[in-house]
């Protein structure tokens, strides 16, 4: 009888997986897809009305280009928060690395669309699955205990480091059984769910930085470009005639 209601158990763990990996995958892709693109759009669009308005429409991409990579990289721009610049950068990096040149991934975007990529090592996708996890939880702690960025958080701001965590810690114990103290089916659907919750909310949280970024300061560099009579409408609006400011 136990090993009847053991089987039963397996078979609707499989089920859900089928779900999880097939029907709510796909909903998830989409919906991430359609929201980013949305984003961009938006994005695009406020460009487009800010270089109408701009006096100055010279677009300065070197400072741009400077302005996000010491964005991603700030470990030179921060020196009073080096440590959690560090862990920052190394957990951006993990996650973005690790599902898309994991050899499991490929395959599987293989078998669906025939297209492949080169593919990372077992060795490097089980260090990268580890410093996401190891920083996900780090940079929870740095948050928490640093006075200004406890300050700035959001309820947000440390839920989304763990819940990513979630699918890489659920991944590594598929592919080490010997750690894993749950059955392969139930870390299976663990890590699928995770990632499908992960994907939904890429366009609605902010992950979605990740793909926004060079737009963004794009956006925040334009919007200093100010209106010809801008001065004159400051002046205005501060009850100073048309004096400008």
């Known amino acids: 009888m136990r090993g009847r209601r053991?089987?039963?158990?397996v078979w609707v763990l499989n089920t859900w997986i089928d779900l999880a990996r097939g029907p709510l995958f796909r909903a998830a892709l989409t919906f991430?897809?359609?929201?980013?693109?949305?984003?961009?759009?938006?994005?695009?669009?406020?460009?487009r009305c800010v270089m109408q308005r701009a006096?100055?429409?010279?677009?300065?991409?070197?400072q741009v280009l400077t302005a996000t990579l010491r964005w991603l990289f700030p470990v030179a721009t921060v020196r009073h928060r080096?440590?959690?610049?560090?862990?920052?950068v190394a957990f951006h990096v993990a996650i973005l690395?690790?599902?898309?040149?994991?050899?499991?991934?490929?395959?599987?975007?293989?078998a669906s669309t025939g297209r492949s990529w080169w593919a990372i090592g077992s060795?490097?996708?089980?260090?990268?699955?580890?410093?996401?996890?190891?920083?996900?939880?780090l940079l929870v702690i740095q948050r928490a205990r640093t006075p200004d960025s406890r300050a700035l958080s959001h309820l947000q701001d440390y839920l989304l480091p763990l819940v990513i965590a979630v699918p890489f810690a659920a991944g590594f114990l598929m592919m080490h059984p010997g750690w894993n103290p749950l059955s392969y089916e139930a870390t299976f659907l663990t890590h699928v769910v995770s990632a499908?919750?992960?994907l939904v909310l890429l366009p609605v949280t902010k992950l979605?930085?990740?793909?926004?970024?060079?737009?963004?300061?794009?956006?925040?560099?334009?919007?200093?470009?100010?209106?010809?009579?801008?001065?004159?409408?400051?002046?205005?609006?501060?009850?100073?005639?048309?004096?400008?400011?």
């Open 32 to 47: 991430a897809v359609v929201g980013l693109v949305r984003h961009v759009i938006v994005t695009a669009w406020d460009m």
């Open 6 to 9: 053991s089987r039963e158990g």
């Open 97 to 110: 690395l690790t599902p898309v040149f994991l050899a499991g991934h490929i395959a599987l975007v293989a």
């Open 196 to 198: 499908d919750l992960v």
């Open 123 to 137: 060795g490097v996708a089980d260090v990268l699955t580890l410093v996401a996890v190891a920083t996900a939880l």
């Open 208 to 245: 979605r930085h990740m793909v926004l970024l060079p737009a963004t300061q794009m956006v925040s560099e334009l919007a200093w470009h100010f209106p010809s009579d801008a001065g004159t409408r400051v002046g205005v609006a501060l009850g100073r005639g048309e004096q400008p400011i």
């Open 55 to 62: 006096a100055d429409r010279q677009v300065p991409y070197r």
């Open 82 to 88: 080096f440590a959690y610049s560090v862990t920052s």
